[in-house]
């Protein structure tokens, strides 16, 4: 049989004969006909492409739903599609959880395949709520604050994030993000050519008029390199500030809240001014008092003061006595800096915080389990030696995770299915593959290990970075993964890593893992006037690093501490306070818990060159990827094992349809649907059966043409059962309209006799008065009054009387309720809304709208209800009101069916209708469209100005109310 043309094979694993050249060729070809996603087996790799290819619109996302593999190019949203399906249990899985695992170097494209496989998964959902929109915008939001340029990558991610998306019954219901290794020492330097975080660039640009007391970007000390092209980047900064709001609004931040996180921003930047002279006495000082120091105070909400003797001495307790001792003024500048890197930490720890409460499920029941699929997007392996830089205990940190990835991917892909194989008397020819557990336990180890090592030396109050490397040396001399430096007088050594060998600077090592701030500046900022200052620093730190609130949102103002806060002569606190090492291990350990307790599905991202160009391929540099990432082993796996290993149990459970139900699960009814199937080159175990990918699309051809035929056989049963009962029931209405017809005939013969009678006994009836004597009449139905607020059908708005000054009043005298609701006394929609009654009733959507929405919908400046808006009416009413009017024209009305408005207007064809939803912060939605409003007033205004996301036009004039 010919070889398929160079490129044309979608799946590697099907390749008869595979080696380095023609998997690197292969590769090559694709990546050159714009073909960046190829597989093996279930796995995908992706090559950065550095260019928008059109691959993602809504056509393709549509394309890639609900589909076989082997039926459709390869695509990150295939990828998000089997996890899907495999959470819900079609394809011959037992419903479960699921984890896709995105890998590789840094700049290969992790992050945004994160962002489109939340994408997809949305999509595939088909939810109808604001929450999948909330969920979309939580990636870019947290970019904002934890991504920035490096030289490796334009929008590297400078900490690994875990998001766990919650699904029931196939819908979204929640979502909940794990963070770690923030490198928060980015805030205060960053390598030559490399950035901050984007978002101190953002709030420049946001905020020009010198909000915050900000200046010119390149007077702030901590942009390392100085803000080089700003402001070339100025519109584009711009625009990706207003996104960042619009986002934060999306997902429910308020804007106080917003303001109190770019004061804490800010407040950072001139932190980094602060700076020290030497007095007389060798003790050192501010330079200026009323310089950075007081600005930054006054956005922390705290005494400049205080701040100022924190930085500058500490006062500690010796044998009953207060002693103070000043800091030099190496030692000033480093308190300075750990205070800015723990109060940008915190507040990052807070956003993760408010982000999980915003979006944790809502009215579920509290011991209701949900599925999820959780996707990893962690830093990618890095090397900054290569490209000018240093290499420092981040790179370390995060070097040391994908490590730990690698192992849990040979974990699953090699040893464990070779075990499996074993176990199950399966005829298996093993694999051989790079085991790099033995490096983990160089880095992981106990009492010695890399951090091991680290934790002790830094308990040490002489110990130095130098000392470090030499326990290092003395520990690690002959282990083949640790390489001594030649250098003796330079505090650094190498590591032969899974990706290459690295080269480390031990250079502030025992600082970044002791992590601690000067004593007292906690205690300062826990008084702080700021809310949100104070809530960040009076939560605790969990054993991963993470800040733990549990509801500290007290809004009581702390008394403010006139004297410096002693430090206590023990250092108990200090022993029981967990590195930045011991955390990160922590969080690798759960991290491969959560893992280990879900189905894994790969993706490897690969950078084909350094220079971030398009359509670019460094042949030597990709084929290291692939090599050293295992995947010519993989495939091989991938091409000669088995994929799919159900237990007899959940094999005959989803197939025994094909042959009987009656089967019960055992090795010889397993084989016997496989052999009906007419399947060759599966196997059975003792408790398993081992199939390969065909094995598991063949099967699901086959339960999809029983399941149409079952289908079919149902149609035509329902229809003749229908038509049956349609019959008896359209001869027994026949029977009753004839039966009533007779009795009306009836009672209308007995009534004109009856009045026949009494006219007869009037006429002889001398003394009674003729006109007081009338004939009987057919009573009527009495007219009940309407139960709904219609503005549009009562034909007048729902106007306050004369004496009325309050909206509330207006809708106590409506209601007949005691409350009153103002402009300060209002509240966001409430998350319990069953108080208000069974919502899709009028009832109930009256209730909500005079409890909470009043305000929204009134004219301010006339105290009567707003132009547009027609209150509780149906959607044909509303229509029947937009009919034969200019195309734009439009109404909001209260929606019946739910707790919220619509947004009705004519198009040019036909009435379109558009569902508002009213976030927890109060602010409003188009569903479907990516703008958050302050109000109803000023989406109006703004579509009047702007189309909708679909194209269509602007809204022109309201149906107004005749009053």
Known sequence: MDRPPLGDVQDLATLAKLDETIL???????????????????????????????????????RYQHIKQSTHPPHIFAVADAAYQALMGNGGRPPGNQCVLISGE??????????????????????????????????????????????????????????????NDGHVAGAKISEYLLEKSRVVR?????????????????????????GDPDTYRYFSNGARDFKKRLNSLQKQYDDLVNAMDLVGFTDEEQMDMFAVIASVLHLGNVSFKVNEDDSVSVTDSNGPVKTAAKLLGIDAAEIEACLTCMVTVTKGEYVKRNYNKGQAEDARDAMAKAVYGRLFGWIVNKVNCLLVPENQDPDAKFNEIGILDIFGFEDFVKDGGKNSFEQACINLANEQLQFFFNQHIFKMEQEEYQREGVDWKEIKFVDNKPLLDMFLGKPIGILSLLDEESLFPKGTDQSYV??????????????????TNQAIFSINHYAGKVTYAAE???????????????????????????????????????????????????????????????????????????????????????????????????????KKQPGVLDTKYVLAQLLYTGMLETIEIRRKGFAVRPTFGEFVEKYKVLVDLKLTPSAQNCSKILTTARLQGWYVGYTKVFLKYRHVEQLTELLEKVG?????????????????????????????????????????????????????????????????????????????????????????????????????????EESGSDSEILEDDYQPVSSNLKKFGREGTKTAAINWFKETQTYNV????????????????????????????????????????????????????????????QLKNGKFIIVGEPKVHRSLHDMVSYHRKGKFKNGAHFLTVPVLVVR
């Open 24 to 62: 690197l060729d292969e590769i090559k070809e694709r990546y050159q006909q714009n073909k960046i996603y190829t597989y093996v087996g279930d796995i995908l790799i992706a090559v950065n492409p550095f260019k928008d290819l059109g691959i993602y619109t809504k056509e393709f996302s549509t």
């Open 106 to 167: 840094s700049g290969a494209g992790k992050t945004e395949s994160t962002k489109l496989i939340i994408k997809q998964l949305v999509e595939l959902c088909q939810g109808k709520t604001q929450l999948e929109q909330q969920i979309l915008q939580v990636n870019p939001l947290l970019e904002a604050f934890g991504n920035a340029q490096t030289n490796l990558n334009d929008n590297s991610s400078r900490f690994g994030k875990y998001i766990q998306l919650k699904f």
């Open 190 to 214: 960053q390598n030559p050519g490399e950035e901050s975080f984007h978002i101190f660039y953002y709030l420049f640009a946001g905020h020009t008029d010198g909000t915050f007391g900000l």
């Open 470 to 487: 030499d326990k290092l040396t003395k520990a690690f001399t002959g282990n083949q993964y640790f390489v001594k430096s030649q250098q």
């Open 508 to 610: 502030k090592w025992l600082e970044k893992n002791r992590d601690t701030l000067p004593p007292g500046i906690t205690e300062v900022l826990q008084s702080s006037e700021n809310r949100l200052v104070k809530t960040i620093f009076r939560g605790q730190l969990t054993r991963t690093g993470s800040l733990a609130l549990q509801g500290r949102m007290s809004t009581s103002k702390g008394t403010k501490r006139r004297n410096l806060m002693p430090v206590s002569s023990g250092n108990d606190a200090a022993k029981r306070k967990l590195t930045v090492g011991g955390q990160f291990k922590n969080s690798l350990a759960i991290l491969m818990e959560r893992m280990t307790a879900s189905t894994p599905i790969f993706v490897r991202c690969l950078k084909p060159n350094h």
């Open 708 to 812: 149409k035929s079952a289908i079919c056989i149902q149609k035509y049963t329902k229809g003749y059962l229908a038509r049956k009962r349609y019959r008896r029931r359209q001869e027994k209405a026949r029977k009753e309209r004839e039966a009533v017809e007779a009795m009306l005939r009836q009672a209308a013969q007995l009534n004109a006799e009856a009045s026949t009678r009494l006219h007869t006994l009037t006429e002889h009836d001398k003394t009674k008065p003729k006109d007081q004597v009338k004939p009987a009449k057919t009573p009527s139905a009495p007219d009940f009054p309407a139960d709904g607020i219609s503005v549009a059908s009562s034909g007048r708005y729902l106007e306050p009387k004369k004496t009325t000054t309050s909206i509330g009043t207006q809708m106590e």
């Open 858 to 917: 009134v004219d301010k400046n006339e105290n009567k209800f707003s132009e547009w808006f027609h209150g509780i009416i149906s959607r044909r009413e509303s229509e029947k009101l937009l009919k034969d009017r200019i195309v734009g024209c439009f109404l909001l009305r209260v929606s019946e069916s739910r707790f919220g408005y619509t947004l009705s207007f004519k198009a040019e064809s036909r009435c379109r209708h558009y569902m508002i939803d």
